[in-house]
């Protein structure tokens, strides 16, 4: 009986032995909270790029989480700032929607904002861009600062390139200024996979470059494509109204984030051909007589940007009528240049009193203008006199009879 008692003795204290070791010190009063000891400085802040250097292509934009850190036991509102930035890019700090230059960040807590910069021209040279971007307190006591290194790639950009190519047959067009202009481009997506390609262009000011797909006629600005497949796009160009006579060249871009190519297309302008003609007094009407030379004069100016070659004068006139010009022609007639030209017209003996139809053509290079005259003819003054006359001699002849009867 003793031993059963000592038995169950020993057995109590064993567990008691065995609870307090897995339990241990935290179970003992002020453990706790000897734990729980916050062992942070008063104040402190860091700052850290999501990827402190990347590598990219020319032309792409860099975008980044820039990390805030409060380690201090007071909140802190932090101000954000790049203090230098690459030549030929822009940058700043952002969040999904604003520009911020800072944030409010609760003690022991962090906030993430967005960094972004963007090449000025998308032709950056390969090579190494380092922004600096830099954290302080609203008081300035506390700062940090890092550098994010962007480094462009030459080699990247050249792998892009052989991923899509644009192919045309007629790189060179020509014509008139006045005229529109269409090139066929061929589109081969060279990836493994299907591609949205975006279509840009670049080309004189004031002219009017649009994409449409082939044999249709609306305006887009990108193409989608299927791996491996390519497809025809064109390129309507019309130029600007007042251009000069000459070569203008035009960029197209084709590109993604993973391929992209430019073909070079050339718009050879002629200058546009046109011709105003008319009469000083504005009137379309001349008056004649029938064997006798009638003249005017009439004005040919050239309203176009190009030089006008080899314009000569046709006329349309009634049988046996004869028109005359001087000069016969004109070699060349510059861009808003003016020349008068003599014209007479000779109806025929034998055209009767009334109104006809004479129609001056002024045929020029690539232009040419009508002029429909309107030609009275009018009986001879002679005959006039001759009647005037008959008239007198039949008043002088009554006279004398009535004369002579009275004296009967």
């Known amino acids: 009986m003793r031993r059963s008692k000592l038995s169950q003795i020993f057995f109590t204290l064993f567990v008691v032995a065995m609870v307090g070791c897995l339990i241990g010190p935290s179970s003992v009063p002020g453990a706790e909270e000897e734990g729980k000891k916050d062992d942070r400085p008063p104040r402190s802040i860091a700052m850290a790029p999501e990827y402190p250097g990347v590598i990219i292509p020319p032309g792409e934009d860099v975008e980044m989480d820039l990390i805030l850190y409060n380690k201090g036991k007071s909140d802190e509102i932090i101000d954000v700032s790049i203090t230098s930035i690459p030549k030929g890019w822009k940058a700043r700090v952002k969040t999904y929607r604003f520009t911020v230059t800072g944030a409010h960040v609760e003690n022991g807590e962090s906030t993430r904002l967005t960094f972004f910069a963007e090449p000025e021209k998308k032709d950056v040279k390969p090579g190494k861009y380092v922004f600096r971007v830099e954290a302080r307190t609203q008081d300035g ?40 202009f269409e090139f066929s481009l061929e589109v081969d997506n060279k990836l493994d996979k299907d591609k949205v390609y975006n279509l ?66 050339t718009v050879n302008l002629t200058g546009t051909y046109k011709l105003e003609a008319g ?20 004005y040919v100016k050239n309203t176009g940007s190009a030089t006008n070659h080899n314009i000569k004068f046709i006329s349309i006139k009634p049988e046996n009528w004869k028109v005359e010009f001087e000069p016969e022609k004109i070699e060349a007639l510059k861009a808003d240049e003016l020349k008068q030209v003599e014209v007479t017209i000779t109806p025929a003996e034998e ?35 001759i009647g005037i006359g008959i008239i007198l001699l039949v008043i002088v002849g009554l006279g004398g009879l009535f004369t002579w009867l009275g004296r009967r």
Do not use: C, H
């Open 351 to 385: 055209a009767l009193v009334g109104d006809y139809s004479v129609i001056l053509n002024i045929d020029g290079e690539k232009d040419q203008k009508t002029m429909e005259m309107r030609v009275t003819v009018k009986a001879s003054t002679a005959w006039g006199w």
């Open 141 to 180: 006591a506390f700062t940090s600062k890092q550098n994010i290194v962007a480094t462009v790639s030459e080699k990247a950009e050249k792998e892009k390139e052989k991923m899509v190519t644009v192919t045309t047959s007629y790189p060179v067009l020509r014509g008139p200024t006045d005229a529109t």
């Open 200 to 265: 840009i262009s670049k080309g004189p000011e004031n002219w009017e470059i649009n994409f449409k797909p082939a044999y249709e006629d609306k305006f887009i600005s990108s193409v989608r494509l299927e791996k491996n497949q390519s497809k025809s796009v064109a390129v309507e160009v019309k130029p600007y109204r007042l251009a000069e006579a000459g070569e203008y060249p035009i960029n197209v871009r084709v590109g993604s984030a993973d391929a992209k190519a430019e073909a070079k297309l």
């Open 279 to 298: 009469t000083p007094t504005g009137l379309l009407s001349l008056e004649a007589q029938k064997g006798k030379d009638a003249n005017l004069s009439i």
